[in-house]
């Protein structure tokens, strides 16, 4: 089955998978590429210009790998054989990278907000940045007593070092790409008994990443702004890939 896949899809699905044990297996060495690969905030002092592409080939777990190809692999060789190899890897980067900044863009508005309050008690900002760095090994010492401003303090060390992982954002991508190009295509889903059409579904998912997201419950450590920014790059790549072929409705 697998060999009839599409290319492009079978490719970045090979890749993905690659990567994923190349990382455990080099763990096991003691070589940690998760902190060169992973995408961290822009303004961290862990950050490197690759990964805003490379964030999307690394995965935190057997199971995040395995619904982010799964999921890709339900949607993408359709997707692939209507738009072409060319666009459809287009239509998964761009959706990869808007992932990426839309949850930068939150990331930037919280730290935003903490390191002001942190000025406003004179707190010095740099030294959570030097301690920020991943070559850094224990907890950031505090210069304030406060329990609030420590609070705040831990929280912008916390997007500092906290990196982003996984191909999701550029997966949700497809599958609103896929909504947007067959509303009408019905949808089987593990957990839902009947068939539900894929025109439901997108803003189904979106309304369940924008709860979780501004939710941000502590159970919860998924990048849900990087789902609904892939998914609003899928969206409108495909309503102006439409716009252009001059193909009406669904």
Known sequence: MFQNITPITKNIIIINVIVFVA???LENYGIFVTQWLAG???LSPNFRSWQIITHMFMHGSIMHIAFNMLTLLSFGPVLEQVLGGKKFTILYFLAGIGGFALYNIINLVEVFRITQFLKENDYN???IYKYATIGYVGDMPFTSSNPEVQEKAQSLFNILRTPMVGASGAIFGVVA???????NAKLMFMFIPAPIK?????PI????SVFLGVGQFSWDNVAHFAHIGGALVGYLYIRNWKKHNNIIGG
């Open 23 to 25: 990382t455990l297996l």
């Open 40 to 42: 961290f905030f822009p």
């Open 125 to 127: 900002i740099n030294e």
């Open 177 to 183: 790409a896929f909504s947007t190009l067959f509303p």
């Open 198 to 202: 894929a025109k439901y579904l997108l």
């Open 205 to 208: 998912i979106i309304l369940i």
